[in-house]
T-cell receptor, first 118, second 110 residues
């Protein structure tokens, strides 16, 4: 169990550029979640996957955001035409199966990718 | 109404005192509840989970759940300076989505 891995750790980009982040979940975990967190706030839900299927995308998320998990393993989060308001920590988390059905199957978080848009 | 709300902070308690953190949620179908601790610049880490009404104790931590009132709380006994962090309440909704509250910042004063 090597934990959830996120790359890169930090990304600085200019407004208008596209960025892509990668998340490698714990190998046997089939649920994968993306969150965004700004200073002083809790993690804000963005989207989540069951294997390769994207179950839900937050209604608050603009069309500039897209996420994929093509083979049910790693996932990518892409932000197109970045804006300064996109600056935040992007957190990925994984879990084993449906949490409601599996007690003591919490989310395991990666270290996050900190995005700064200048 | 936000899906998960927490008592506003920051909360300051003296070392050795009891810290009380509160959380309410809106989805009556929610069945699983978690408390995460997050140190500045770090990712959240799980400290407690609770699924049934009542109290659940783990060391200095006690989680309390009241589904009828849609209320979850966390008590930290004998608070230590190392407990100073932001505490996040997380709720698993009836659609198995994990929603976090805004967090409560706790400061334990030596």
């Amino acid at each position: 169990d090597t934990g959830v891995s996120q790359n890169p750790r930090h990304k600085i980009t200019k407004r208008g550029q596209n960025v892509t982040f990668r998340c490698d979940p714990i190998s046997e975990h089939n649920r994968l979640y993306w969150y965004r967190q700004t200073l002083g706030q809790g993690p804000e839900f963005l989207t989540y996957f069951q294997n390769e299927a994207q179950l839900e995308k937050s209604r608050l998320l603009s069309d500039r955001f897209s996420a994929e998990r093509p083979k049910g393993s790693f996932s990518t989060l892409e932000i197109q035409r970045t804006e300064q308001g996109d600056s935040a920590m992007y957190l990925c988390a994984s879990s084993r199966g449906q949490i409601q059905l599996l007690n003591n199957s919490p989310l395991h978080f990666g270290n996050g990718t900190r995005l700064t848009v200048t | 109404q936000k899906e998960v709300e927490q008592n506003s902070g920051p909360l300051s308690v003296p070392e050795g005192a009891i810290a009380s953190l509160n959380c309410t949620y809106s989805d009556r179908g929610s069945q699983s509840f978690f408390w995460y601790r997050q140190y500045s610049g770090k990712s959240p880490e799980l400290i407690m989970s609770i699924y049934s009404n009542g109290d659940k104790e783990d060391g200095r931590f006690t989680a309390q759940l009241n589904k009828a009132s849609q209320y979850v709380s966390l008590l930290i006994r004998d608070s230590q300076p190392s407990d100073s962090a932001t505490y996040l309440c997380a709720v698993i909704t009836s659609y198995d989505k994990v929603i976090f509250g805004p967090g409560t910042s706790l400061s334990v004063i030596p």
